[in-house]
Every structure is written in structure tokens, then in C-alpha cells.
């Protein structure tokens, strides 16, 4: 019987129908059962199915964010969305995730982690699996910051089982790194309200549109 970290292996004579439920179960076993995953998960076998995991988890967000355009600004603007996205997303994802990855190997390895680049790259592609259900929950003021937790929970849970971290270490790291991340996106988007989407008011500078003087009594 095949554990919950191998059923993620895809290989190389699966059908799309084949490898589209390996991506669903592999994606509600990283939701439902993180730890069982990550204890089962195998170490090494290549960037291929992570790769194509994340890309796969990419997309859905991609057609999450295009539904709610349709929503928001009409179906129009909604196409024009999803083609402009879906044509940038591969190489946006692809450098992306091998840069992330190198700052979370460079933190797994000060924490004494013996695992490769090639481990740590699985770790942080399945870890998310979440992403469809935390770009729902960012919408939503109240839930942005159990997003960030559900995330970094999951990160430490990789650290714990696949590289072999002490559970008070890695949740000290991470609880850290969370916190900067979020005080940064705090400070981003208060800079851009105030200096991006605020304009303003514009003054009536032009004596045509002040009210006539009245003439002195003679």
C-alpha cells in the first residue's frame, strides 16, 4: 500500500486524468494530514513532479483570481486577465519558487538540516497546496493573517519531519520570518495607498468658476 508522500510521485506513462488526481490527492493529504505527508514524503526523485505540482496549483489560482475579475470588472476585462496571466505565470512561478527555495535552504541549512536543495525545493512545492485556500481566505480582512500562519505551520512541519529540526527551532525561525514577511506587506501597502492610489483634490484655480464680485453701490 503506497503512503500518502508516495501517492505524490507522478510517473512517466500517466494520463492528464491520471496525474490531475495524484495533484488533488496529494494537495488534500498536505490540507488534511501535513505531518503523515511530510513524514512519508520522498527525499529525492527529481523536480519534475513537484515542479509540475506547483505549477498545477498556480493555474487553479490563476482561474480563482480570473472568476472573481469576471465578478469584479465583467467577463471582458476577466479574459483579458486570465490571458495575460496564464502567459506569464510559468516563468514567473519557475523563478519564483527556485529563489524562494534558495532562502529557505539557506535557513534549513543554519538550522542544521543535512537534506539537499533538491528536498528542500519538494518541501516548499507541496507545502503549497494551501494556496487556493489562502488566496480565498486573503480576501477576507479577518483571515489574512491565519493565511500566513496555515503557510509557515506547514513549513514547519517540513522541518520537523523531512529535515529533521528541532519542533521549538524551526517554530522560533519561522515564527520570525512570518512576522517580517507580514510587517513588510504591512508597510507595502500602506506606501502604496499613500503615495499610488491616493490623488489629490483638484482645486478650482480659474476665476470663471468663482462667483461674481457684486458691483459697490453708487
Known amino acids: 500500500m503506497l503512503t500518502l508522500g508516495e501517492r505524490a510521485t507522478m510517473r512517466s506513462g500517466d494520463t492528464v486524468a491520471g496525474v490531475l488526481k495524484v495533484i488533488r490527492d496529494t494537495a488534500l493529504s498536505v490540507m488534511v494530514r501535513p505531518v503523515t505527508f511530510f513524514q512519508t514524503m520522498p527525499?529525492?526523485?527529481?523536480?519534475?513532479?513537484?515542479?509540475?505540482?506547483?505549477?498545477?496549483?498556480?493555474?487553479?489560482?490563476?482561474?480563482?483570481l480570473s472568476g472573481l475579475k469576471v465578478l469584479i470588472a465583467g467577463p471582458a476585462a476577466a479574459l483579458a486577465f486570465a490571458m495575460h496571466v496564464?502567459?506569464?505565470?510559468?516563468?514567473?512561478?519557475?523563478?519564483f519558487?527556485?529563489?524562494?527555495?534558495?532562502?529557505l535552504f539557506a535557513f534549513w541549512r543554519?538550522?542544521?538540516?543535512?537534506?539537499?536543495?533538491?528536498?528542500?525545493?519538494?518541501?516548499?512545492?507541496?507545502?503549497?497546496?494551501?494556496?487556493?485556500?489562502?488566496?480565498?481566505?486573503?480576501?477576507?480582512?479577518?483571515l489574512t493573517f491565519a493565511?500566513?500562519?496555515?503557510?509557515?505551520?506547514?513549513?514547519?512541519?517540513?522541518s520537523v519531519y523531512v529535515h529533521g529540526v528541532g519542533r521549538l527551532k524551526a517554530?522560533?525561525?519561522f515564527a520570525a520570518l512570518g512576522f517580517a514577511v507580514l510587517v513588510f506587506l504591512t508597510r507595502a501597502e500602506h506606501y502604496v495607498v499613500r503615495h499610488g492610489m491616493v490623488r489629490p483634490v483638484p482645486q478650482a484655480s480659474s476665476t470663471a468658476d468663482k462667483p461674481a464680485a457684486h458691483p459697490a453701490p453708487v
Open 97 to 103: 519558487s527556485f529563489a524562494l527555495t534558495a532562502v
Open 147 to 158: 493565511a500566513f500562519f496555515w503557510w509557515f505551520a506547514l513549513l514547519v512541519i517540513g
Open 110 to 142: 543554519l538550522m542544521d538540516s543535512p537534506q539537499s536543495y533538491e528536498t528542500a525545493y519538494r518541501t516548499f512545492a507541496y507545502s503549497c497546496a494551501i494556496s487556493p485556500v489562502a488566496l480565498l481566505m486573503l480576501l477576507v480582512p479577518y
Open 86 to 95: 496564464f502567459l506569464i505565470l510559468p516563468l514567473v512561478l519557475t523563478l
Open 43 to 64: 527525499r529525492r526523485g527529481g523536480y519534475r513532479t513537484p515542479y509540475v505540482f506547483l505549477l498545477a496549483v498556480g493555474l487553479f489560482d490563476a482561474l480563482l
Open 171 to 173: 517554530t522560533t525561525v
